[in-house]
T-cell receptor
Framework: DAGVIQSPRHEVTEMGQEVTLRCKPI?????LFWYRQTMMRGLELLIY????????DSGMPEDRFSAKMPNASFSTLKIQPSEPRDSAVYFC???????????????FGPGTRLTVL | GENVEQHPSTLSVQEGDSAVIKCTYS??????FPWYKQELGKGPQLIIDIRSNVGEKKDQRIAVTLNKTAKHFSLHITETQPEDSAVYFC???????????FGAGTILRVKS
């Protein structure tokens, strides 16, 4: 199993540009999570999907951030326009959940290190 | 909502000694508590977890204890080795849903 795949691994862009981060979850998993990690705020959940449907987007910081999951094997996190304070490592994670109260491990991808100049 | 506090923020131990990391949570309905290890340049990886219906769980050199009354849980690593050096995160999840709330992390350094 290839695990959770994220691309790109590193992204350097200028303020105001659009940034798109990509994630391929583990095959068969039905939940997908986007996290942001910074020194100041630690590991924060931005949004998560169940069966391709966004369930909780309360962590999305601003309207500049949007996430989609068009099918079970692909998700994107887009920032438009990007700002220097968006610089962080963005992780995608996936899990397989049978019922709401299941205790299912979240498998993290290697992350995308985003630098906005 | 849930709030998870983690201590200490950094921990240095001599190889072979034990390391203990402690976390407290605020939501008494939380019922699942995983611990993740993050190595440099990698994503967090689950190392052990505990459910609210047990007080202790052990896996080789790693153990986790849970005190539901006090709402705190701890990670214990015995006979530490240099490869245990990493950032460790605790997390808690509420009764329903899949949302994990993470602690701020502990940088563990094992000196050889």
């Amino acid at each position: 199993d290839a695990g959770v795949i994220q691309s790109p691994r590193h992204e350097v862009t200028e303020m105001g540009q659009e940034v798109t981060l990509r994630c391929k979850p583990i095959s068969g998993h039905n939940s997908l999570f986007w996290y942001r990690q910074t020194m100041m705020r630690g590991l924060e959940l931005l949004i998560y999907f169940n069966n391709n449907v966004p369930i909780d987007d309360s962590g999305m910081p601003e309207d500049r951030f949007s996430a989609k999951m068009p099918n079970a094997s692909f998700s994107t996190l887009k920032i438009q326009p990007s700002e220097p304070r968006d610089s962080a490592v963005y992780f995608c994670a996936s899990s397989f959940v049978v019922v709401r109260s299941s205790y299912n491990e979240q498998f993290f991808g290697p992350g995308t290190r985003l630098t906005v100049l | 909502g849930e709030n998870v506090e983690q201590h200490p923020s950094t921990l240095s131990v001599q190889e072979g000694d034990s390391a203990v990391i402690k976390c407290t949570y605020s939501d008494s309905a939380s019922n699942y508590f995983p611990w993740y290890k993050q190595e440099l340049g990698k994503g967090p990886q689950l190392i052990i977890d505990i459910r609210s219906n047990v007080g202790e769980k052990k896996d080789q050199r790693i153990a986790v204890t849970l005190n539901k009354t006090a709402k705190h849980f701890s990670l214990h690593i015995t006979e530490t080795q240099p490869e245990d050096s990493a950032v460790y995160f605790c997390a808690a999840r509420g009764e329903y849903g899949n949302k994990l709330v993470f602690g701020a992390g502990t940088i563990l350094r094992v000196k050889s």
